[in-house]
Every structure is written in structure tokens, then in C-alpha cells.
């Protein structure tokens, strides 16, 4: 915590119950470009808030699902998710961290038990 004082970094806070739009692509695109914010302003922190309905479980996002955004909207927010996750990496010069908060302890304890 006294290293993250140190750096004054931006803070970006991303509740992913937002992301889902009325609009197909809406939620993606805003993720983006919260990640793209983030390496500009870098050092910076993104702060996923509810990060478990960002992701749901694999037997609810079947073909169908009919929710804000069309079907299957979590599993393409889930995917974007993880594609800026993985550029990260990839990114020259950028500190970008992320930390998430979660309320459903019975669905973290699956995804990464």
C-alpha cells in the first residue's frame, strides 16, 4: 500500500453491472476504453467492483440467454475482459494494475478452486 501512495496513480473504477447496455457492443466498448485510459495515464489502478457478474458461470451463458445487450453479453464482456488483460503484458512503459471485489463467496471459491 505505501509503494501505491508513492506513485499517485490514477484510480479508474469499473462496476460491471454498467456494462450492460441496451445497445449490442456498448459494454465492450466501454471496457476498452477504460483500459485504454489507464495505459495513457499510467501508473494507474483499475478497480473492478462486482467483478462476479462481470463473469458468469459457464452453464448460464448458453445460447439463448436473453439478457440487457442481447444474448450472451457476459460471456463477450468476459472475453473483452481478458483480452485487455492480456495486452497488459504486452504494453511498453505502461503500470497498469487491476484488483476486483466480489460479494458471491460460493462462485469465487469454483472459479479458482
Not at 10 to 35: A, H, I, K
Not at 39 to 57: G, H, K, Q, T, V
Not at 84 to 99: C, K
Amino acid at each position: 500500500m505505501c509503494s501505491t501512495y508513492k506513485l499517485n496513480p490514477c484510480v479508474y473504477l469499473c462496476c460491471p453491472l454498467q456494462l450492460y447496455g441496451m445497445y449490442v457492443g456498448e459494454g465492450e466498448s466501454v471496457l476498452r476504453d477504460t483500459f485504454r485510459r489507464a495505459r495513457l495515464a499510467s501508473p494507474s489502478i483499475i478497480f473492478l467492483d462486482e467483478a462476479d457478474a462481470l463473469a458468469p458461470r459457464r452453464q448460464e451463458g448458453a445460447a439463448g440467454a436473453q439478457g440487457a445487450g442481447g444474448p450472451d453479453t457476459g460471456l463477450r464482456l468476459l472475453s473483452t475482459l481478458l483480452t485487455e488483460i492480456d495486452g497488459l503484458e504486452e504494453t511498453q512503459g505502461a503500470q497498469v494494475g487491476m484488483q476486483g471485489a466480489g460479494t458471491l463467496s460460493e462462485w469465487t471459491g469454483t472459479a479458482w478452486g
